[in-house]
């Protein structure tokens, strides 16, 4: 983008010619966009018709007339087993999952990373090995003992149940472990002489230091907490504690009493549930990209 | 302000390297020593056991009349410039050099005013409120200098504070720093491997050499009397002439050819013998043939390269002198003669 723009004027002076290389760039960037863009479409103009024609007709290209109706229902209609949970309360838990989640592992992550960068400790870098490889062991594989320990403590249908378990990040350890690393040494012996302990030295220069690394962790662990499906539905079974793509599900699965599934609440549900990892990745933008590629010392 | 003493000061690293030997050396108050030496000599980690950022494996450290070996960096009561500033990035001229002094507990008011005083000291007023990243080379030094200046320790430390900066910035920056030291009165320990730096803002300079130090003396000291052929070639651009020689009855002679001088000493046999490029003269009538194969034209002065007795040569004349390629033949200075021995390469 940015560099067309900037030849055009050299360019203009001579006779056009035709780039064809740049038209093929945009032909293979226009069909990407479409590709991605299509589905979130096709699932707003469905979301628009009543549940009868979405299941005699399949997906609906023209928007019909109960969008409105559609969202309203998704969002304040009380439905589930107990009939006491809405989209707001489910937006509401998917939020906080989202943002405890992300939150939780940027603290804890970059707490050990400072640990092993910064202090001499007798077993630093197996320390940091022994954490890296966890990546090998997702949460589905140690998904029973994970459980156990969980319903043992108690914290089954608690957020704590919900988020305390998944915030240690071998990912988000090792990100932060490269960029303390890539900070100069004298910082911290210069904080030193001034009088600053690790505390403060902590507080007052990593942190701000890290603030681009933090806002792309942020996006990352947020968007991955949102998603959170198999663990939130296995720890939680009182309904007040879903979540908006626990929901969804919920919605289309409710094949009971013959009753055609409402299709246009779900796909409502599912564009609201998109809004909001969305919303964030627009908003943080350039410090995501800021804080993958330069580095701000 | 105060004296620094070093008494038997050793660094082993774990893995066994000695980076310094034991070494004794005091510093009085308000002076201005220059560590200086080769990369790898060890006049870094000497700095840094003074600072408390390396640990001292022997001896005894005195700043003052306190033993400083385990008091932490931050009571030393010392400031330090470093090569690459370490200017915190993310803050603003005035909190990088108020940082000090409110991790002390300074009341704002007074860190305010102290902020200012070291600001107008240094021309960082119109700063004060900039990051780091939109100063210049010469302006990030000033502010790490302020943050230095600012809590009026009794010591300052400077690692190797001017290499990251031009040649042209250099030289001004040079006569700042060591006029600021002068105002203040404040001890100072300057590390560098620019022998420049050294010889022009020294009181005392201190040559180090492989963990050990060679000489410690005055500017012109270390630069007429060199300890050793070391300090010779490392003091001075360009460095002393060392030719191999002979002394025989007390004369000295040259390789490979029979001009015949003096010697200031009463050794015998062979010796390396030192002489300084401008204490050699061009002379028609010289007892010295010296063959010139490359001149270098530097202004004020000429540098002639060449052999002398097949040995490796510099001479350097002033500007009005005429030179020539090829043959010429020379005076050298007798009381500039220096010999060392050729085992040892100590002075004799």
Redesign the interface.
């Known amino acids: 983008m940015a560099d067309t723009t900037l030849e055009t004027p050299a360019v203009a002076h001579r006779p056009r010619k035709i780039r064809w290389h740049a038209i093929g760039d945009h032909l293979v960037l226009i069909l990407g966009s479409l590709l991605m863009i299509l589905p979130p479409l096709l699932a707003l103009t469905t979301a628009s018709h009543d549940a009868v024609t979405i299941h005699r007709e399949g997906l609906q290209l023209t928007l019909g007339d109960d969008l409105g109706k559609n969202f309203h229902a998704a969002m304040f209609e009380k439905g589930g087993f107990t009939q006491t949970v809405d989209g707001t309360l489910m937006l509401m838990n998917s939020l906080i999952l989202g943002i405890g989640f992300a939150v939780g592992k940027i603290v804890i992550s970059m707490m050990a990373a400072y640990a092993i960068v910064y202090f001499r400790l007798r077993f630093a870098t197996l320390a940091f090995w022994v954490i890296f490889t966890t990546l090998l062991l997702p949460l589905e594989v140690r998904i029973l003992p994970s459980y156990e320990a969980i319903q043992k403590l108690g914290l089954t249908n608690t957020y704590t149940g919900l988020i305390v378990p998944l915030i240690a990040s071998a990912t988000g350890t090792f990100f932060f472990r490269q960029f303390f690393m890539s900070v100069p040494e004298e910082l911290a012996e210069a904080a030193r002489i001034d009088g600053a302990g690790p505390w403060k030295f902590f507080i007052d220069i990593l942190v701000p230091l890290s603030r681009t690394m933090i806002a792309a962790i942020f996006i990352i662990m947020f968007v991955f907490g949102w998603n959170q499906y198999l663990w939130p539905t296995l720890i939680t079974t009182d309904e007040s504690f879903f979540t908006l793509v626990r929901g969804i599900k919920q919605i289309v699965l409710s094949y009971t009493d013959g009753q055609i599934p409402e299709h246009g609440q779900a796909l409502a549900l599912a564009i609201v549930a998109m809004i909001p990892p969305v919303a964030i990745v627009i908003f943080f933008q350039n410090w995501f990209v800021k804080g993958l590629t330069e580095s701000d010392k | 302000m105060a004296q620094v003493s070093l008494e038997g000061i050793r660094k082993v690293y774990p893995n066994g390297f000695q980076a310094v030997e034991a070494t004794d050396f005091t510093i009085r108050d308000g002076e201005f020593v220059v560590l200086v030496g080769p990369s790898g000599c060890g006049k870094s980690t000497l700095l840094r056991m003074i ?1 408390g ?1 390396e640990d001292i494996t022997e001896g005894t450290l005195k700043i003052g009349d306190r033993v400083v070996n385990d008091v ?3 009571d030393r009561d ?3 410039v ?3 500033y ?5 803050m603003t001229v005035r909190r990088n050099i108020g ?2 002094l409110k ?2 507990g300074t009341p704002a008011s007074e860190i305010a005013a102290k902020v200012e005083d070291a600001a107008r000291m240094l021309n960082l007023t119109d700063y004060l409120d900039r990051k780091p990243a939109q100063l210049s080379g010469g302006q990030r030094q000033r502010v790490a200098m302020g ?1 230095a200046v600012v809590r009026d320790p009794a010591l300052f430390l400077f690692d190797e504070p001017l290499s990251n900066l031009d040649a042209k910035l250099r030289n001004q920056m040079r006569i700042e720093i060591k006029a600021l030291q002068r105002r203040l009165g404040t001890t100072a320990v300057y590390v560098t491997h620019d022998q420049v730096e050294a010889m022009t803002m020294a009181d005392r300079i201190i040559v180090l050499n492989a963990g050990r130090i060679e000489q410690i003396g005055t500017p012109s000291e270390i630069y007429h009397n060199p300890a050793s052929t070391f300090v010779a070639s490392f003091m001075g651009a360009p460095p002393m002439n060392l030719i191999a020689a002979q002394v025989d009855r007390g004369q000295v002679r040259i390789n490979g050819y029979d001009g015949i001088m003096p010697a200031p000493t009463s050794a015998n046999g062979p010796v390396t013998l030192g002489i300084r490029p401008e204490d050699i003269e061009l002379d028609g009538q010289g007892s010295v043939p010296f063959q010139v194969d490359i001149l270098e034209e530097l202004g004020a002065h000429r540098l002639l390269h060449g052999q002398l007795a097949g040995q490796p040569f510099t001479v350097l004349i002033n500007k009005d002198h005429a030179a020539q390629m090829g043959e010429n033949r020379i005076t050298l200075k007798p009381e500039a003669l220096r010999l060392f021995d050729t085992e040892t390469g100590r002075t004799l």
Request: charged share 15%; no cysteine; aromatic share 14%.
């Open positions: 600072a950022l932490d960096p931050a010392i400031a330090m470093f090569q690459n370490a200017l915190y990035p993310h940082y000090g991790n002390r943050r």
